[in-house]
């Protein structure tokens, strides 16, 4: 069993268009790194599927978001968890790579490195349009949460609805109505 988890707007606070520049910008949500710690101890694999297209921007380097990746391990560790892979498209959206959600590059990565046949059966946790859409193309259950950009993108399927999208507050809940 695989989640596959967007980081921006689901681990961490974030607000639509910002880029988060450094370690000290990268502020956990309130009980995402339990719920993530508690996932793994459930035994479910876990993964972060993020566009990081602030690399080709300039603003900042992959070295830099491999470092707040190895502190967020570092804090799911400390509760008794582990993220399993880190996915990550450092392209501008110019350079229409076919990682950058919601094109399913790294979606495929992740099922790659786990060697799964297939995606169906695992969800895909994001905040934006394009997580859900990479979730559907990709046969991954799409769950859209409320925070960062969750709200507002939850308004636009009014007047743009994506089949089977499952509504949840947050990370944490969830986890909590998964593992009960
Ligand atoms: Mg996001
Ligand atoms: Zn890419």
Partial sequence: ????????????????????CSLAEWQPIPGSIEAIARLSRAGYRVAVATNQSGIARGYFSRA???GIHEH????????????????VCPHHPDEQCSCRKPETGLLREIQQHFGLSSLSGSWMLGDSRSDLE??????????????GGGQATRASLDSEPLEGVELTDNLASFVETLLG
Avoid: C, H, W
Avoid at 134 to 147: D, E, F, G, R
């Fill in 134 to 147: 990479a979730a559907l193309a990709a046969s991954v259950k799409p769950v859209l949460v409320a925070t």
């Fill in 1 to 20: 069993m695989l989640v596959i988890l967007d980081r921006d707007g689901v681990i961490n606070a974030y607000e639509e268009g910002q880029y988060v």
């Fill in 72 to 87: 967020l391990q570092g804090l799911v560790q400390e509760q008794g968890g582990r993220i399993d892979y880190f996915a």
């Fill in 64 to 66: 830099m978001v491999d």
